[in-house]
């Protein structure tokens, strides 16, 4: 089992529609972030929380809302999405978010496509 | 802003094969680390190795090693003996103060 799970897999949804995905870490991290992953394009760093406090918000669009309850979960709420928000969502965890040598360990990520 | 290189949208090898990556990266801190990242079709991006700037030694893990030439600001990743199941993207990325700068990938396929 990974130490980051994420679901759902797969999420089709349309353009009025409300949804959140959910990410949980089993590693003991303190960091999470939510990353976009678009074809042909760089990782784009949206959110980042560490310690359950959110540290970065990448100018990311407000129809993207996170949520962190607590160090282990993070959660995307999506709503009035366009079509050019389709991709591939990675939640990933780390050690700590201020350091630089802190690897990332990523989850499987969720297919979002919007119609 | 700072940028991450991978020049090379995709590679192919012969399987036992060696092939190496490039990737050049901009940064005006003196302290950080590079890091290559495997995605295999299962998504998940799975570190693979981790050089820190100020080691002047090449990391190297297994069948991997990187070749880091710190004035040149390049980390290329070497695959001696290639397997089938090293075929997958690779995505090359520098960790700052800023966090964590990813390239835009290499897909590497692996020839039986």
């Known amino acids: 089992e990974t130490g980051v799970t994420q679901t759902p897999r797969h999420l089709v949804m349309g353009m009025t529609n409300k949804k959140s995905l959910k990410c949980e870490q089993h590693?003991?991290?303190?960091?999470m972030y939510w990353y976009k992953q678009s074809a042909k394009k760089p990782l784009e760093l949206m959110f980042v929380?560490?310690?359950?406090?959110?540290?970065e918000n990448n100018s990311v669009p407000s129809r993207f809302s996170p949520e962190c309850p607590n160090s282990s979960h993070l959660f995307l709420h999506l709503h009035t999405l366009q079509p050019e928000d389709s991709a591939l969502y990675l939640c990933?965890?780390?050690?700590?978010?201020?350091?630089?040598?802190?690897?990332?360990?990523f989850g499987n990520g969720t297919r979002l496509t919007v119609t | 802003a700072q940028t991450v290189t991978q020049s090379q949208p995709e590679m192919s090898v012969q399987e036992a094969e060696t092939v190496t990556l490039s990737c050049t990266y901009d940064?005006?801190?003196?302290?950080?680390?590079l890091f290559w990242y495997k995605q295999p079709p299962s998504r998940q991006m799975i570190l693979v190795i981790r050089?820190?700037?100020?080691?002047?030694q090449n990391a190297t893990e297994n069948r991997f090693s990187v070749n880091f030439q710190k004035a040149a600001k390049s980390f290329s990743l070497k695959i001696s003996d290639s397997q089938l199941g090293d075929a997958a993207m690779y995505f090359c990325?520098?960790?700052?103060?800023?966090?964590?700068?990813f390239g835009k990938g290499t897909h590497l396929i692996i020839q039986p």
């Open positions: 929380y560490n310690f359950k406090e959110q540290t």
């Open positions: 990325a520098r960790g700052g103060a800023d966090g964590l700068t």
């Open positions: 990933a965890s780390s050690q700590v978010a201020t350091t630089s040598n802190s690897p990332l360990h």
């Open positions: 940064t005006s801190e003196s302290d950080y680390y």
């Open positions: 050089q820190e700037a100020y080691k002047q």
């Open positions: 590693l003991g991290h303190n960091a």
